[in-house]
């Protein structure tokens, strides 16, 4: 396994298609890191390992819910996996929970993100449960690995991501809205 892309590295470059939608000839879209991380936003992109499984969708739905939380703090939200987009648009027509998705299922069908970033599991080769949080600039400020069988916590995604934006130093359990420290 590669080791892992993590906190101040860049973000590799990537151009992939993704699924945005399930209306007839407005499925497919090709994402490309130039797109997304280019000196306005930040990015959350967040990783599962298969679809048609069980933890995954209920992740994929709690970040739907708080599409509106990510858009308010100028974040660009990118869910991903090394599945292909056609797998992506079949199990989206076929999850009620995922058919109004309001961000982009990157499909890293060739898994040569999921490589590059380091994240792919050794015996069947799908992604970990990786969160990143990217700046603008590209560089990653945040990851968040969870095994295979384990979803994750998205509002401590938001969380971390009020805290990375204030610039300033959060202690321990910080939220929005609370004082940070003085150096």
């Known amino acids: 396994m590669n080791k892992i ?3 101040g ?3 590799p470059t990537f151009k992939k298609q993704a699924v945005v939608s399930i209306e007839k000839n407005k499925e497919f879209y090709e994402l490309s890191s130039e797109e997304v991380i280019n ?3 930040w990015t959350v992109m967040f990783w599962w390992p ?7 969708p209920t992740e994929i739905a709690e970040f739907n819910k708080h599409f509106q939380d990510f858009s308010d703090r100028d974040t660009t ?5 090394t599945d292909s987009e056609y797998v992506h648009l079949a199990w989206r027509k076929d999850h009620n929970d995922l058919k109004d998705l309001k961000f982009p299922m990157l499909a890293d069908t060739s898994k040569s993100l999921a490589e590059e970033l380091g994240i792919l599991e050794a015996n069947e080769k799908v992604a970990y449960r990786v969160t990143y949080i990217i700046d603008p600039q590209g560089i990653v400020r945040w990851v968040a690995v969870n095994d295979l069988s384990v979803g994750r916590n998205v509002p401590e995604v938001l969380r971390v991501l009020d805290a990375l934006q204030t610039d300033e130093l959060c202690p321990c ?3 929005k809205g609370e004082a940070t420290l003085s150096a």
């Open 5 to 7: 892309v993590s906190v």
């Open 9 to 11: 590295s860049q973000f």
């Open 39 to 41: 000196g306005d936003k």
């Open 50 to 56: 298969k679809d048609f499984t069980f933890v995954c």
């Open 77 to 81: 939200l990118i869910g991903a996996s």
């Open 173 to 175: 359990n910080w939220t």
